[in-house]
Every structure is written in C-alpha cells, then in structure tokens.
C-alpha cells in the first residue's frame, strides 16, 4: 500500500495552486506561517489556508477586520471552532483526500460516457473541463482538473438534480484520472463534502484530512 504524504504547508500549496489556475486567480503566497490567494470575489475577497488552528492562524484572524475573509485550515472542525472569536462562522465540513495510482488505464476518454450522454471537453482558464451532455445538449455533470508541477487537482465535480444516481460523478472521476495518467502524474489531489467523500472513498481515494473553513460574514 502506498503511503500517503504528510499534510503540511508544501501540499496544502500545491492543492491551492491548482484551485487558483482552475479559477484564474493568482497563485497563493506564503506570507505569516500559512497561504494567502487574493480572491476578488463579491463573497470572497481573500482566502488563508493553514496546516493547524494553532498561533499562527491566530494571529491572522485577530488581525481581519473586513468581511468574506475566508480562513481554511486541514483541522477538524471543532478545532477550528475553540481557536476563533465567536464572530467567524464555520461553513460544513469538507475533507482532504489523496490517491496516488491511476483508477484507469489512461486510455482516451472517447467512449467513457454512460449510455445516452456525450463526453466533451472544453478548457477554463488552466483546467480540463469535462462535461457529460445529455441528449439535448444541456450538462448533465461536469467536473475539471488542473495538472500542475507534478499534482493533478480533482475540482468541482458535480451532476444536476435530475440526471443523479446514474454514475455520471462517476464517470466523469475515470475520465479525468484518464487524464491524470496520460501526463504521467502521480500526486492526485481533492476537496470533497461529507456526500462527495463516500463516492470517492469507494472509488479507491483516502482521507489525508479534514479541512475546515470559517468566514468572517457582513455585520460580524
């Protein structure tokens, strides 16, 4: 069994580098012990990712004043809780997780589609965007990969309401890992929700962390 690489700040850079070139943003920097991204968003205007809730983390919470300031740290939630001011609001859990083989052969990806949809590929920014297209042409699913410096970032995998329970998620995870596997990287990289971790759990993935967020809302 492979063993799984330690959480510390150089992953947690590597995830964030791959987040922020599939959303255009700049790369994260190191600054006070932990990863800044500067957003820009409406909703989100900064992130700070940390490996603990310990000082550092802290520190940078004590100092933020402005809303939709995003604090994520690879701690369980409850730790994440006791280390901030009652102001900030933790958002639901979300979990860190690894897999190092490939889960296909990394053939191409022509063919993968369950019956009655079509696999397309298109390009946002710096990922790989897939999406299963329903017999009308409206997207069914969709899920992207970022492939940088050696790690293959899973991101936003998801599948609308009505075509669920059909193995479209799926799919879509083999023929993003076909991707993975033709540029040979080994490194594989995702965020999941409590329900994204159970299908990715049986797809061969593993837990590394948890990944907890918290956000400093408007009025706080």
């Not at 964030?16 to 006070?32: Q, T």
């Not at 310990?54 to 919470?61: E, K």
């Not at 933020?64 to 740290?73: S, T």
């Not at 899973?154 to 540029?183: S, V």
């Amino acid at each position: 069994m492979t063993t799984p690489p330690t959480v510390d700040l150089a992953l947690l850079e590597r995830w964030l580098a791959c987040w922020s070139l599939a959303r255009g943003l700049p790369l994260p920097r190191r600054e006070d012990g932990g990863l800044v991204v500067d957003v820009g968003w409406s909703g989100q205007l900064r992130r700070h990712v940390f490996v603990d809730a310990g000082p550092a983390l802290q520190a940078c919470a004590a100092g933020i004043d402005a809303p939709f300031v995003y604090l994520k740290a690879a701690v369980m939630p409850q730790a994440l809780r006791d280390a901030l001011p009652h102001r900030w609001v933790l958002e639901q859990p979300r979990y860190l997780m690894h897999r190092a083989e490939a889960m296909s052969d990394g053939q191409a990806i022509d063919g993968t589609a369950p019956a009655g949809y079509t696999l397309v590929a298109e390009r946002e920014h710096g990922a790989a965007v897939l999406r299963l297209a329903d017999a009308d042409g409206m997207t069914a699913a969709s899920g992207r990969i970022v492939l940088n410096s050696g790690t293959a970032v899973f991101d936003r995998i998801e599948t609308h309401a009505a075509h669920r329970r059909r193995g479209l998620a799926r799919a879509l995870m083999f023929a993003l890992d076909a991707r993975t596997a033709q540029a040979d990287v080994r490194e594989r990289l995702l965020v999941a929700t409590e329900a994204g971790r159970t299908l990715y759990e049986r797809l061969g993935w593993r837990v590394l962390a948890p990944y907890s967020t918290a956000v400093l809302p408007a009025g706080a």
